[in-house]
């Protein structure tokens, strides 16, 4: 039986009050006491006969095994985990077979999902016939033991594969324990590790200040030592070490030993021993340097130069002499005055970065050279001098150009495809209906030529009735109410594609500005619908585009390559969102605005894609660097995009970005043409 029923308990009851008085009141009390012990137990108990069939089962071990209140207790097999199942039916029918006292072991798995561990005993049933079997929730415990292993292994492993050596010590400083980068660090092997004390590893010179220190680490005046000191190793020679050591407490907070963190800093010790020889070593480096380095006194005179300064600087023996050399701006016509070059303005306390200038000599190729420049200051702060460091970046330069204008056909060329797309979709429907409409113009000239037809006969023969029946027949055969009905669509359809097409062309025309010598000032709005337009196959697969256009005034700039950044931008906001939505068939946004603030005119680009990584996000402007798959990209998009906006334009090009929630790049272009030359000379390479 599974239970006492109501019934059962009231003629227990009943038999209890007939007996009242007698011995077998007491009995019949001490059995529903016992019964409602097996009833409240918080262990499930079940009782099988002699064949091993269940007989009784408590409430409990309904719960534990997720049995409802009327469902067979032999049902219990339902819930056992999977991979236990098998091997707990032949444990089972092993028992009906062969009953005697069992213990299992195995997991169950609730509706909801949930893995419990459970270990079940049987004994034989003292005083009447069959097994009595308890089952226990160890889900915790072997829970617990689980992470309790974990944390001894992880404890274990990090002690034996620490690349840095740890030792335990006792009060007297004798080794209990050490690591084998420890032993590694010695030369010796951990049997001898351990049965010798810190002091002997120590050199003879540092022994007593390390046993000092040592005693105050365990006397409590401090909580770590710090300190460098000298070990001899196995094969006796000496080794600098920084040693850091601390007390390790039990639950009473009170020391138990001593544990010791040992790296091994000779090369360090080695290399301050060996500073006075390298710095004979630098100078002769500075020598042959390939780029020009040159230091000045605080009147101006080079004390200091290399041979690379000498050469393109025309710098003589005895002090800075340019009689020939003349310096521009990065235009190459701006010429710039003494007191404006690299190591005046450092003079002055001037951080000069990263100045862009074009030194040119008669009978020599003019040169493009990038610079950096900074005073020299003694201890008290007072000026010493400057030093500028100076690159010809003549060729590197040229490879930008040839760069910028390679990743510009490369643009062209992956859009080309698009826009024929684009292109030959309204095309394809402007066909279709031409080709309606030209099939079905034979059958209205027929309609028309009958209805000339019916006419004649009407006026020669007056017979009306024939001849509508006759009309009727040849607009049926026609079938001129569906051609009537599609015609004028079909031509409004075919009006809509070819301003679409019209539309296209259009803007690929005003994207493909020609390059420039001069700037021009331009409609930054109808510039950025244009390009929309043209990448409009890029994104419109993965985005939904809002544009929000403010108003601008006319901005001086060179059209086609603020064309290209903003065509760039477009690209990656794509990609960013396609890598989000790729693998759910949703789309994301693009959100792009302008507006008028202050001298200048800002555009946003925003995305809803992946963002930025944190380490990729101080290298996003770096040449040839990508974040994007093989064929996705070249790395030169936004290094190209910053040239052209910081260098050319003297505006700026920034960022803010999330994980997993979008970038948004905003360009900055000054509206006045004199402040956007004035910061395109100030503006880092």
Same mark, same amino acid.
């Given at each position: 039986m599974d239970s006492l029923s109501d019934t059962s308990l009231q003629d227990m009851a009943g038999l209890a009050a007939l007996a009242s008085g007698t011995p077998f009141a007491s009995l019949c009390e001490e059995l529903m006491v016992a019964r409602a012990r097996l009833e409240s137990a918080p262990v499930a108990i079940y009782h099988t006969d002699v064949n091993g069939q269940i007989t009784y089962a408590n409430p409990e071990y309904r719960r534990f095994l997720g049995l409802g209140p009327t469902e067979s207790l032999d049902n219990w097999i339902n819930v056992v985990h999977a991979d236990d199942r098998s091997r707990m039916q032949a444990n089972w029918a092993d028992f009906c077979l062969n009953p005697r006292p069992v213990a299992f072991e195995y997991r169950t798995v609730s509706r909801e999902g949930a893995t419990r561990v459970l270990t079940e005993q049987v004994v034989a049933a003292l005083g009447t016939a069959g097994y009595i079997g308890t089952i226990t929730d160890i889900t915790d415990r072997v829970e617990a033991? !689980?992470?309790?292993?974990?944390? =001894?292994?992880l404890s274990h492993h990090t002690f034996k594969q620490a690349p840095i050596g740890i030792v335990y010590m006792d009060r007297d400083g004798r080794i209990l324990r050490g690591n084998q980068a420890f032993c *590694?660090? @010695? &030369? @010796? #092997?951990?049997? *001898?590790? =351990?049965?010798?004390?810190?002091?002997?590893?120590?050199? *003879?010179?540092?022994?007593? #200040? #390390?046993?000092? =220190? +040592? !005693? $105050?680490l365990w006397r409590g005046e401090t909580d770590v030592l710090d300190t460098e000191t000298r070990y001899v190793r196995a094969d006796h020679r000496t080794m600098w070490?920084?040693?850091?050591?601390?007390?390790? $407490?039990?639950?009473?907070?009170?020391?138990?030993?001593?544990?010791? +963190?040992? $790296?091994?800093?000779?090369? $360090?010790?080695?290399l301050a021993a060996a500073l006075a020889q390298n710095q004979q070593l630098l100078q002769a480096v500075l020598a042959e340097l390939p780029v020009a380095v040159r230091a000045c006194d605080v009147d101006g005179r080079i004390f200091l130069h290399n041979s690379a300064?000498?050469?393109l600087f025309a710098i003589g023996e005895a002090d800075e002499s340019l009689p020939a050399l003349e310096v521009f701006l990065p235009d190459g016509k701006t010429p710039v005055p003494s007191e404006e070059r690299l190591l005046s303005r450092a003079l002055r306390g001037e951080n000069a970065t990263n100045v862009e200038l074009v030194m040119a000599r008669p009978g020599h190729p003019a040169r493009t050279t990038l610079g950096s420049a900074r005073r020299l200051t003694g201890p008290n702060g007072e000026c010493l001098g400057a030093v500028a460091v100076t690159q010809d970046v003549t060729q590197r330069r040229t490879l930008e150009r040839e760069l910028a204008q390679a990743q510009k056909l490369e643009s062209v060329g992956q859009l080309a495809a698009g826009v024929a797309h684009e292109i030959n979709t309204p095309v394809q429907f402007v066909s279709d209906n031409v080709q309606f409409v030209r099939t079905s113009l034979p059958d209205i000239v027929a309609v028309i030529s009958a209805y000339r037809n019916l006419r004649q006969a009407v006026q020669s023969r007056g017979d009306v009735a024939a001849a509508a029946h006759l009309a009727a027949e040849a607009e049926k055969a026609a079938d001129l109410d569906y051609v009537l009905e599609n015609a004028t669509p079909a031509i409004d359809s075919s009006m809509e594609g070819l301003a679409r097409i019209a539309t296209i062309v259009r803007s690929m025309k005003e994207f493909a500005h020609p390059d420039q010598a001069e700037k021009i000032h331009a409609d930054l709005n109808r510039a950025i619908r244009s390009t929309l337009v043209v990448a409009s196959n890029e994104y419109k697969y993965v985005?939904?585009? *809002?544009? =929000? +256009?403010g108003e601008l005034?006319?901005?001086?700039?060179? @059209? &086609? !390559?603020? #064309?290209?950044?903003i065509l760039n931008l477009l690209v990656n906001a794509s990609h960013a969102i396609s890598d989000v939505v790729k693998d759910t068939g949703g789309r994301g946004k693009i959100t792009v605005r302008t507006r008028l603030d202050g001298d200048a005119v800002e555009i946003s680009i925003a995305d809803t894609g992946t963002g930025i990584p944190d380490a990729a996000r101080n290298k996003v402007f770096d040449p040839f660097f990508t974040t994007k798959g093989v064929g996705r990209g070249t790395g030169q998009g936004l290094a190209i995009a910053r040239s052209v906006i910081v260098n050319k334009h003297g505006g700026t090009l920034k960022f803010t970005t999330a994980l997993g929630v979008g970038t948004t790049f905003y360009i900055r272009l000054p509206v006045d043409a004199a402040t956007a030359a004035a910061r395109a000379n100030e503006a880092p390479a």
């Open positions: 033991g !689980e992470h309790l292993k974990q944390a =001894e292994t *590694d660090l @010695l &030369g @010796l #092997n951990s049997r *001898d590790i =351990e049965a010798t004390s810190i002091a002997d590893l120590t050199h *003879d010179a540092d022994v007593a #200040n #390390n046993a000092a =220190e +040592f !005693e $105050r070490v920084r040693a850091t050591t601390a007390l390790v $407490r039990d639950a009473t907070d009170a020391p138990t030993c001593a544990v010791k +963190f040992v $790296r091994d800093i000779s090369a $360090r010790k080695d300064a000498a050469e985005a939904e585009v *809002d544009a =929000e +256009f005034p006319p901005v001086p700039c060179y @059209l &086609g !390559e603020i #064309n290209q950044v």
